[in-house]
């Protein structure tokens, strides 16, 4: 009998979808676990089947997921995963979603509109998620909007470590590409000791992904200037204020944001930018087709290996990481 597992015991299991795989092994790989053996299919009307290929009952199941393009189509596939979970009776379901989907989505603009980083939490929650594990959402309320515990972890003590490792801070000032990312700003110039300078800028709100750049505020003048965001999509708003700092005296510009979701032009702005580096890290794929020479990817995979470790053990998250809540 001594071999039989007792109803109350929990046991780890790591499942991925397709969009990243390689993200979810290296976690596994930290973890010591391998990730449960699963059948993804799609069909040629473009329908997602799913199948896990070995015993979930009574798992403490954690569903990991990227969310590069197209993001409809991964994020389907991971509501099935989880519905799947559900009704083959594991315990307790995790959703991690490095890049929450939708994320920019979080509040009315206009009328008519729709709150959809809301509806993301809902479709989780209505699949069978108890649990949401996310790095650097675009905005903290989203927190809010799932109804259970969700773990915010932040990629700044990483992004942070490898600045002070490589870069002289003493000459070093912190920028924020607008007044949105103002906060996100403030504290890496506390982590750094370094001053703070703003970007205002101006967004057509009829024309996406088009910005227009306008006053630096704040001393950049043979500066080494940082800005930091927390994606870089086409690229449009932080090639821009580079070549704003650069006009402004700035000696060096680097980069550095959490997620590479580097759309459409995005690739060929970042070559032809005044930045020196782009530091990012790997809560999306960087296809290496895009060729971004200036381009520094930094794995998230222990952090985020961590905070499961700690979730299954019922330890404390919020202790293992610098700024995270």
């Not at 370094?194 to 970007?199: D, F, G, R």
């Not at 057509?204 to 999509?233: Q, S, T, W, Y």
Request: charged share 20%.
């Amino acid at each position: 009998m001594s071999g039989i597992k007792r109803p109350n015991e929990k046991h780890l299991m790591l499942c991925t979808g397709r969009a990243f795989p390689e993200l979810a092994e290296s976690i596994a790989t930290i973890l010591g676990v391998e990730l449960v053996p699963t059948r993804l299919l799609t069909y040629a009307n473009s329908e997602i089947y799913v199948r896990f290929e070995e015993s979930v009952r009574g798992a403490d199941a954690f569903v990991i997921q990227s969310h590069p393009a197209p993001v409809n189509e991964w994020l389907m596939e991971q509501l099935i995963m989880i519905d799947a979970l559900k009704r083959a009776s594991a315990k307790r379901i995790t959703v991690v979603a490095p890049f929450y989907p939708y994320g920019r989505q979080d509040k009315k603009h206009a009328g008519r509109e729709p709150i959809s980083a809301r509806l993301v939490a809902d479709l989780y929650k209505t699949a069978g998620a108890n649990r949401l594990m996310s790095i650097d959402l675009h905005a903290a309320q989203i927190q809010g909007f799932f109804d259970g515990p969700v773990d915010h972890l932040m990629a700044l003590p990483v992004l942070v470590d490898y600045v002070k490792k490589n870069y002289d801070v003493s000459e070093m000032t912190v920028v924020s590409p607008d007044a949105g990312r103002v906060r996100l700003a403030d504290t890496y110039s506390d982590q750094l000791g370094t001053p703070l300078a703003i970007i205002h800028k101006r967004r057509d709100p009829n024309k996406a992904n088009e910005v227009a750049v306008g006053e630096v505020v704040g001393d950049v003048n043979g500066r080494v200037c940082l800005l930091v965001d927390d994606m870089i999509d086409t690229g449009g708003t932080i090639c821009q204020a580079a070549a704003a700092l650069k006009a402004h005296g700035a000696k060096r510009v680097i980069a550095a944001a959490t997620h590479p979701i580097l759309s459409g032009p995005a690739a060929a702005r970042l070559n032809a930018s005044e930045f020196e580096e782009v530091i990012v890290t790997n809560t999306l794929p960087t296809p290496e087709h895009l060729n971004i020479p200036k381009l520094t990817v930094l794995s998230m995979a222990p952090l985020i290996a961590a905070a499961i470790q700690a979730v299954f053990e019922e330890g404390s998250v919020a202790s293992l990481f610098n700024g995270a809540h």
